[in-house]
């Protein structure tokens, strides 16, 4: 399948944050190393374009994000060797089976988690003993139909439990407390300082931020948490084993 080409794509941006991201050997590294290097990026709502009645466009800003297009793009980053592999595996962590239409696009970030494990882009970091199963009917996203789903999240009293468990470049998901989401938003760990640290698309702050993780979490009512860890590429794709 030919690769479509994003719109809205600086290639000169994209290949300088790529280039600086090559020396880091491992994809969590890169993903340290590249998050830092879009903060005070600013944020943007609805940067995607398309919706049940008007055609989905790929795009791809390095310049401006939401907390979704802020994790995507860093993890594509982090897995890609030069600017076609990018686009590549934008695409594919984006939508279902990497075919740009709407309907298809990861609109639930639980949907999305379980389609990126499948591609073995992340993996939910072992939450044994600590985790709670919710299950909800989504219905947030005006155009589709409702849809049952069912995923494990630890809830604020455990998180002292899962701390230990985090690692760099995890993906976090802050699971919602609303009937018909799943998700409210999303970010990406870092250790720093000795402390846990969250850098994410933040609305109120309008751009790209790092925090204390403890911080955002005693100031945003949530369900719980999800982890995800990204793996490395398989050998042949992306960047190559690490």
Excluded at 163 to 179: E, H, Y
Aim: proline share 5%; hydrophobic share 45%; charged share 25%.
């Amino acid at each position: 399948m030919t690769t479509p080409s994003p719109c809205r794509l600086d290639l000169r941006r994209l290949r300088s944050l790529l280039a600086r991201a090559k020396p880091h050997r491992t994809v969590a590294a890169r993903v340290e190393a590249l998050s830092a290097l879009l903060l005070g990026s600013p944020y943007a709502a609805h940067g995607l374009v398309g919706s049940a009645e008007t055609p989905e466009a790929f795009v791809a800003p390095l310049d401006r994000f939401d907390c979704v297009t802020y994790v995507e793009t860093v993890l594509a980053l982090a897995r890609a060797a030069d600017a076609p592999a990018f686009a590549d595996e934008l695409r594919q962590i984006r939508y279902d089976g990497g075919v740009v239409e709407w309907v298809g696009r990861n609109h639930y970030m639980t949907e999305w988690a379980r389609r990126n494990s499948k591609r073995r882009v992340t993996w939910p970091v072992a939450a044994e003993g600590l985790g709670v199963k919710k299950e909800k009917l989504l219905d947030a996203v005006p155009g589709l139909p409702p849809r049952k789903t069912s995923f494990w999240c630890v809830p604020k009293s455990k998180l002292k439990g899962l701390a230990s468990r985090l690692r760099n470049g995890d993906v976090l998901l802050f699971a919602s407390t609303k009937a018909g989401l799943d998700v409210f938003h999303c970010g990406l760990l870092v250790q720093a300082e000795g402390k846990l640290k969250l850098r994410h698309a933040s609305r109120s702050a309008g751009r790209v931020v790092e925090e204390e993780l403890a911080a955002f979490l005693r100031a945003n009512r949530m369900a719980g948490l999800v982890a995800l860890r990204p793996l490395e590429v398989a050998e042949g794709a992306g960047q190559g084993a690490a």
